[in-house]
């Protein structure tokens, strides 16, 4: 079955269907198991940061690693955290307190002369979770940065053959959902070696629903 747009689109509705009313907001995620991929090349370490053209009603908390100017813009900016270097330098060894930093936010962003300090102090706990800082220079946009962050995804492969990453929620328009998705499949189909050979099966869900799956 092709990964077209009406098919796509015909899983998401029946994702929705499959999936019980809850009295909260589901996320819908999409799962991609593929196959013949060696896990010990660079493809079997796939990580990649996708901007979505439709954000998500529940969009990333971004935390700003940076010093001077460069934090007070992320504060205007309305960073969710700004951690200025004194402040890193003092969360050194505290695990518990670098444990709930990593598990709040979302996305890191950090300026580019602090990140020897920060691979030091939150390489342990942001490293093991996919969550390494993108390193900007002192002078980048930070505004614009951190709105484009805002409904972007993280897609990583892990120690299997599987990449899953939340596409929206349930109260977005399934047309929405739908090109969100094709986004995703099309820049994983442009990192695999064979593209949509490489996927074998795609897995369209909402967070307490049951999956839908396509074969393409």
């Known amino acids: 079955m092709p990964l077209d747009q009406k098919t796509i689109l015909d899983a998401v509705k029946e994702a929705k269907e499959k999936s019980e009313k809850r009295n909260f907001t589901q996320s819908v ?6 196959k013949d991929i060696d896990m010990k090349s660079a493809e079997g370490k796939l990580q990649e940061i996708i901007e979505l053209p439709h954000s998500p009603p529940k969009q990333n908390k971004i935390c700003v690693i940076a010093s001077g100017e460069l934090a007070l813009k992320a504060r205007r900016a ?13 969360y050194a060894g505290k695990k518990r307190d670098l444990r709930k930093i990593a598990n709040s936010y979302d996305l890191f962003i950090a300026e580019a002369p602090l990140m020897p300090l920060v691979g030091k102090v939150l390489g342990p706990v942001l490293g093991p979770r996919g969550k390494m800082p993108i390193p900007v220079p002192p002078t980048v946009d930070i505004a614009s940065l951190i709105e484009k962050h805002r409904k972007t995804v993280v897609v990583r492969m892990r120690a299997q053959p599987i990449l899953q990453c939340r596409v929206g929620s349930d109260n977005m328009k399934e047309e929405e959902l739908t090109e969100n998705i094709q986004t995703v499949l099309r820049v994983i ?12 099966v795609v897995y369209i869900k909402t967070s307490m629903g049951k999956p839908v799956s396509i074969r393409p």
């Open 78 to 90: 309305n960073a969710d955290l700004v951690i200025e270097r004194t402040e890193l330098e003092g």
């Open 189 to 200: 189909e442009g990192k695999l070696k064979r593209g949509i050979k490489n996927i074998k």
């Open 29 to 34: 995620e999409l799962v991609l198991n593929l």
